[in-house]
C-alpha cells in the first residue's frame, strides 16, 4: 500500500517554570474538559498536567502527562532543586504500576495529555494567566495519519489487560459483540 505523504501540525506546550505561580487553574480546566459531561465536573487527581509544588520554597513545575508504561523503569534520577530534594519520580511524564500519579482515580486507566482532542487552543495554556504555558507550532511531514490514535487504543487495551487479564477483557468484548 503507497502511503501518501501529508504535512501536519505538531503543536508543543513550552512550559516556562519561573512564570509559574502554582495556581492549578491548569489542573482544574484539564479536569473540567474531559469531565462528562464537559465542564460538568472537576477534579484535579483527573487532569493530564498536574503541578509539583513547594510554595515555601516558591517552586512550581507543571508535568504533563505521557505515554504509558507496563513495566515500572529500571534507573531513577534524584532532582535538587533550591536545595529540597525531589522525589525519585517527581517529574516522570509515565503513568506506570508504580504510582498512582496520571491514572484515572476510579478505573486506574491511564491518562494521557491528548492537546485537548485538537481545539484550536489547549485550555490549560487559555486559563495560564501568568503565560507559564505557551502553544508552538511546527509543520512536519507524515504518512501516519491514522497510526496515532491506533497507538492510544492499544495503550488503553493493554493497560486494563494487565489489570484484569487478557482472558476477562477478551470474555468482556466477546459479551458486548454478543449484546450488539
Ligand atoms: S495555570 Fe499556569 S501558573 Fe497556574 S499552575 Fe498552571 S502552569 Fe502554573
Ligand atoms: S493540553 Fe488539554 S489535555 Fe493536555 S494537559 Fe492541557 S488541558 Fe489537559
Known amino acids: 500500500?503507497?502511503?501518501?505523504?501529508?504535512k501536519r501540525t505538531?503543536?508543543?506546550?513550552?512550559?516556562d517554570a519561573d512564570k509559574c505561580?502554582?495556581?492549578?487553574?491548569?489542573e482544574?480546566?484539564?479536569?473540567?474538559?474531559?469531565?462528562?459531561p464537559k465542564f460538568g465536573s472537576n477534579n484535579p487527581a483527573r487532569a493530564r498536567i498536574r503541578v509539583i509544588r513547594d510554595p515555601l520554597k516558591d517552586v512550581y513545575i507543571p508535568v504533563y502527562a505521557g505515554e504509558h508504561t507496563v513495566a515500572e523503569c529500571a534507573g531513577r534520577d534524584k532532582y535538587i532543586i533550591d536545595g529540597k530534594e525531589y522525589d525519585e519520580c517527581a517529574f516522570c511524564r509515565a503513568s506506570c504500576p508504580s504510582r498512582e500519579d496520571f491514572k484515572e482515580p476510579d478505573s486506574g486507566l491511564p491518562l494521557k495529555c491528548d492537546m485537548c482532542e485538537g481545539e484550536e487552543e489547549p485550555w490549560c495554556v487559555?486559563?495560564?494567566?501568568?503565560?507559564a504555558l505557551v502553544?508552538?507550532?511546527?509543520?512536519?511531514?507524515?504518512?501516519?495519519?491514522?497510526?496515532?490514535?491506533l497507538e492510544d487504543l492499544e495503550v488503553g487495551l493493554e493497560s486494563l489487560a494487565s489489570k484484569y487479564g487478557k482472558d476477562k477483557i477478551l470474555e468482556a468484548l466477546a459479551?458486548?459483540?454478543?449484546e450488539d
Open 1 to 6: 500500500m503507497n502511503a501518501e505523504t501529508k
Open 10 to 15: 505538531i503543536k508543543t506546550i513550552v512550559i
Open 21 to 26: 505561580d502554582g495556581c492549578r487553574a491548569c
Open 28 to 36: 482544574v480546566i484539564c479536569s473540567a474538559y474531559h469531565a462528562d
Open 126 to 131: 487559555k486559563v495560564c494567566l501568568a503565560e
Open 135 to 149: 502553544v508552538m507550532e511546527r509543520e512536519e511531514e507524515t504518512a501516519e495519519e491514522e497510526t496515532e490514535e
Open 175 to 178: 459479551r458486548m459483540t454478543k
